[in-house]
């Protein structure tokens, strides 16, 4: 795989100057183009110690203006990053639209070194591989570039560069002992990186494999191929968005605009067949006295449980959503009210502000994620991709269908760490809701919490409740179950949403 990265390519330092000149002014105009652009650009360096990846970060940020680059590099992980799945790290350091983030010991350094050095067998590897190879997907399909080069030497040239290295006062510091051991195993990490490279590159997110004997051909080219990379993927994206306005601009053209007045009485439409909502029975209630014995039962099992989690270093991930007006904030106060207010927080959602926008939508909850041992309450969640930008057109159809996908594999992530994970949904009738609606609309300290949008929703009702079907069908895994709650009755409801983030907690407590 690497031999034609080992034919001794190079060019001469007029040449060199004479192409960066004009390099340079271009990579600045389309570095300000880029940041009109709706997409980020991510750059991965990896491939053989002393091939000239810092050398050539280094330029690229002096060719460049570096306030519009963000640098990241990876060494050992810290308490906070350990703390949180593994991938939080990357999230949190993904780059903004319009703006480029390079990545010199990325997502790939340790499954890669940990297969050099034999702590990981093929198949473990693979499996670490397909995580990447998920992630990357992910960027991808929400419009990311992702450039990724493997900057190469042979044995005896890296032998050589290390040496000459060493030699120079100024740049010995860049050769340490782990470099020579790495040039001990120099047949492992090829190994290693021929099956990494092979199992990666794909067409949304390629490998280029870069000659590295030569630090001025080597930069160049990284460079040159950059420049070429966004033009293409800029002039991709405007294409594809043309067509879409176009599109978007006929449908709207087929329908009148017609302001309709809400009708608050107007009964709900009902879907034609049953679906995981419809077949729950509403009639579930519980009395009071035994609803009093039940939550102090209850919480004091809660906070008892809290504890011991604080003390392992467990942490607990509460989702809520369901139908406006169905008692979620009632059910999260019942939680928070037995635990020690340092050790939680409620994070409500809403439509996402224009740092998250300038994201994919699953950064804002990666950012979020909390450490060893705290519990995060999320009202309201990333399955608004699926829920109100699905019902209501914020997102394209392929952008929720895939979201499917994107969720289960984060919450595989965040399962996978060791982290407890509960998903509620709370359910209330039609009729239920529409009493709700209008005892809010009577009473002054709830008046705020009704909006047109909540009545605009209801009048979707069978949309939604047939996106609740998909959801729980294509997301309730058996790391990650659903929970139906039904809530007409709000005693009721709290109840089982407490017993169940118990149960859960404690299932969890027990394997620790």
């Keep these: 795989m690497f031999e034609t990265a080992e034919l001794g390519r190079s060019i001469s330092k007029a040449e060199y100057e004479e192409r960066v000149e004009t390099l340079r002014i271009e990579l600045l105009e389309i570095q300000q183009d880029l940041r009109q ?23 690229l940020n002096e060719w460049m203006d570096s306030r519009w680059i963000d640098n990241n590099a990876y060494v050992r992980h810290s308490d906070e990053e350990t703390e949180r799945p593994r991938y939080w790290r990357y999230w949190r350091d993904l780059p903004p639209k319009g703006k480029i983030g390079i990545f010199l010991s990325s997502w790939y350094s340790s499954p890669f070194i940990d297969r050099a050095y034999g702590h990981l067998d ?3 590897y693979d499996e670490r591989l397909d995580r990447i190879k998920i992630f990357e997907k992910t960027l991808a399909d929400d419009g990311a570039l992702i450039l990724k080069f493997w900057m190469h030497l042979g044995k005896d040239a890296q032998k050589k560069r290390l040496k000459k ?3 120079n006062e100024l740049q010995k510091w860049r050769v340490t002992k782990t470099d020579w051991k790495h040039w001990e195993l120099y047949d492992k990490f090829t190994e290693a990186a021929e099956r990494l490279i092979m199992r990666t590159s794909k067409g949304h997110a390629p490998w280029s494999i870069v000659e590295g004997e030569d630090n001025k051909y080597a930069s160049l080219t990284v460079a040159e191929q950059i420049r070429d990379a966004i033009q293409r993927h800029s002039a991709q994206r405007r294409s594809t968005k043309e067509a879409q306005a176009a599109m978007a601009q006929q449908a709207k053209a087929g329908k009148k605009a017609v302001k309709k007045k809400i009708d608050k009485d107007a009964p709900v439409r009902e879907l034609p067949y049953p679906t995981v909502l419809s077949c729950l029975d509403m009639s579930k209630t ?9 939550l102090k039962s209850l919480q004091g099992r809660l906070n008892k449980l809290a504890r011991k989690a604080i003390d392992r270093g467990v942490s607990t991930v509460l989702v809520f959503e369901g139908s406006d007006a169905a008692g979620k904030g009632g059910a999260i106060r019942r939680i928070t009210s037995t635990l020690d207010a340092r050790s939680y927080k409620v994070l409500p959602f809403a439509a996402p502000n224009d740092e998250e926008r300038a994201h994919h939508y699953l950064w804002r909850f990666w950012r979020h994620m909390s450490r060893a041992g705290r519990m995060t309450i999320f009202d309201r969640s990333w399955y608004g991709r699926v829920l109100v930008e699905r019902c ?10 895939r ?8 919450e595989d992530q965040i399962v996978d760490h060791g982290t407890v994970l509960v998903k509620i949904w709370i359910h209330i009738s039609p009729e239920e809701q529409l009493a709700r609606f209008k005892a809010r609309e009577l009473t002054p300290w709830k008046k705020w919490k009704l909006t047109d949008e909540d009545w605009r929703n209801r009048e979707k009702w069978a949309d939604y409740e047939e996106a609740v079907n998909d959801l729980v069908e294509k997301t309730s895994t058996t790391a990650a179950p659903w929970t139906l709650v039904e809530g007409n009755d709000k005693k009721y409801a709290r109840i089982k949403v407490l017993r169940t983030v118990c149960d859960a907690l404690e299932k969890r407590l027990k394997q620790s």
């Design 37 to 59: 652009c709706d997409f980020p650009v991510i750059i991965v360096m990896a491939g053989v110690d002393g091939a000239g990846k810092g050398t050539t970060v280094n330029l």
């Design 122 to 124: 093929e198949a473990d």
């Design 165 to 167: 290295l060493e030699k």
């Design 286 to 294: 519980i009395e009071k006295e035994e609803y009093k014995k039940e």
């Design 392 to 401: 209501e057109g914020f997102a394209r159809e392929e952008e929720w269908r």
């Design 403 to 410: 979201a499917y996908g994107e969720i289960v594999d984060f």
